[in-house]
């Protein structure tokens, strides 16, 4: 059976030389057919199927069979017990550092060029509610690998991995409706929050690593970021009655 999908790996390798620079050899697409970025955070407020569900496709860009793998390589303010994840088969609960599909039989996924895996139920559904306080975030890591599921380490002419992180939280807002009465801005390496109540603040890394806190006052309030490498902050804001909101922000 192996025989039927194998094809020369000097082949294969001349076929990914052919690609510019960091072209991607897959990407991933939701269930309209858009294209989730790599290292985009996805975001969830709720823990209800299927509005918490992340459905996706992976594309391969390419003019050869690819085969693609899953690692776990963050899990926070969980333990990863409630969470539903389906690449090629479902697996409830997942463990960081674990790749998947899991299985010396066939450890990975195989999708033909120019179209997406047959698995096309794939998904990501989180229903752990976490502690109230933190939120609940994965990342994963999708990347190429051989028959056997070892990775095929990227190339300068051809990107082959992609990430995604799934952020739920009960209090994330977006949008101008803010639980607690607070506005920010980035610019320049700093972060500006203008307060109408007082409030205090913790910065997050994806890991759930806590980089900095403070209390913030009334008016502007300056914060300076150029320490953290992190390019993804997770700023908690929560004030004496016990309200919290999250919100998140680039640093580049």
């Not at 407020?45 to 918490?52: G, I, M, N, R, V």
């Not at 229903?127 to 056997?148: A, H, K, L, Q, T």
């Not at 109408?196 to 913790?202: A, N, S, T």
Request: with cysteine; aromatic share 16%; charged share 20%.
């Amino acid at each position: 059976m192996k025989n039927k999908i194998y094809f020369p790996v000097i082949l294969f390798f001349c076929c990914l030389l052919s690609y510019s620079q960091n072209e991607y050899a897959f990407t991933l697409e939701d269930s309209d057919g858009l294209t989730i970025d790599d290292n985009e955070i996805l975001e969830f407020s709720s823990t209800t199927y299927p509005e918490a569900s992340l459905n996706f496709l992976v594309r391969n860009n390419t003019s050869e069979v690819i085969m693609v793998r899953a690692e776990v390589t963050n899990v926070s303010g969980t333990d990863g017990g409630q969470i539903e994840f389906c690449f090629g088969e479902c697996y409830f609960g997942v463990l960081e550092g674990q790749s998947y599909p899991i299985g010396n039989w066939q450890p990975v996924v195989f999708i033909e060029p120019g179209q997406t895996q047959i698995s096309a139920g794939d998904h990501i559904y989180n229903f752990d509610v976490g502690d109230g306080e933190n939120p609940v975030i994965y990342s994963f890591r999708f990347y190429m690998s051989d028959i056997d599921g070892n990775e095929l380490m990227s190339i300068p002419e051809l990107q082959t991995d992609y990430s995604i992180t799934y952020f739920y939280s009960s209090t994330l807002s977006n949008n101008s409706e803010n639980i607690l009465d607070f506005s920010y801005s980035y610019s320049n390496n700093r972060i500006k929050i203008n307060c109408d109540e007082q409030l205090k603040l913790e910065l997050y890394n994806l890991t759930g690593q806590k980089l900095f806190s403070r209390d913030l006052f009334f008016g502007e309030n300056m914060i300076n970021v150029d320490k953290f490498e992190n390019k993804i902050i997770v700023m908690k804001f929560y004030n004496d009655d016990g309200d919290t909101e999250f919100k998140k922000i680039g640093i580049y």
